[in-house]
């Protein structure tokens, strides 16, 4: 009787004890991005071809995405009303979490030699701001390597009607892009993207301490010309 008792006492504490550990590991970052989990899939690894991934994005694009939506500058259909339910505090604490998380690129079809035309585009319009092929977030440029196409195709059309505000510099170079055979065009980036399907383990990390540093180089190079 005294065995089974212990027996069932340490059973007891060592649930207790693995029940508080587990509380630990999950933060409120965790707890609160779970919520994320039925449209931008699990560590926000999207499955849904119209849902972007959150995983490996930067706090401040995820921040001032969220932001935005609350404020109803930024277009949505379903995102507006779940931001308003998220306090400043809330948002970075999930953003903190997604941008720990391993991106993990979509394994979608593509065709070849539109993704070698829209590499070209990449390379001339994009590349500045979107590097590494647009693996990298940076200054809130978000991943487009690799995000699903219909998604990005949503989001092009968005940009095209006036629906989403474009920044200065990105519309500059999208104007030169949708201006001639902008259709085709823009179907090339989007193969282009699509074809980003390995690599990201090496795509380096940048915030925005490394993008000033590197405007202030780029300012110092023009200043020596």
């Not at 949505?76 to 400043?88: C, F, N, P, V, W």
Request: charged share 30%.
């Amino acid at each position: 009787m005294k065995y089974r008792l212990k027996c069932v006492l340490l059973l007891a504490g060592g649930l207790t004890l693995s029940s508080s550990g587990w509380a630990a590991e999950l933060t409120r970052g965790a707890m609160l991005g779970n919520t994320c989990a039925g449209c931008h899939g699990t560590d926000g690894v999207s499955q849904g071809i119209a849902t972007p991934s959150l995983a490996g994005k930067s706090v401040d694009t995820i921040k001032e995405a969220m932001l935005a939506y609350q404020k109803g500058d930024r277009a949505s259909t379903i995102m507006g009303r779940l931001a308003k339910g998220y306090s400043e505090e809330e948002i970075i604490a999930m953003a903190e979490f997604f941008a720990q998380q391993k991106y993990v690129p979509a394994k979608q079809k593509f065709d070849a030699t539109k993704a070698k035309a829209g590499e070209k585009l990449h390379e001339k319009h994009c590349e500045k701001c979107h590097e590494e092929n647009g693996k990298i977030d940076e200054d809130g440029t978000g991943i487009l390597a690799g995000q699903w196409t219909p998604y990005l195709q949503y989001q092009f059309a968005d940009f095209k009607a006036g629906d989403r505000e474009m920044p200065k510099k990105m519309k500059t170079q999208m104007d030169k892009v949708l201006g001639q055979d902008g259709d085709k065009r823009t179907e090339e980036l989007l193969h282009f993207y699509a074809s980003q399907q390995t690599g990201f383990d090496a795509a380096p990390k940048k915030d925005k301490k490394d993008k000033k540093a590197k405007d202030d180089d780029d300012d110092d190079d023009k200043g020596d010309k």
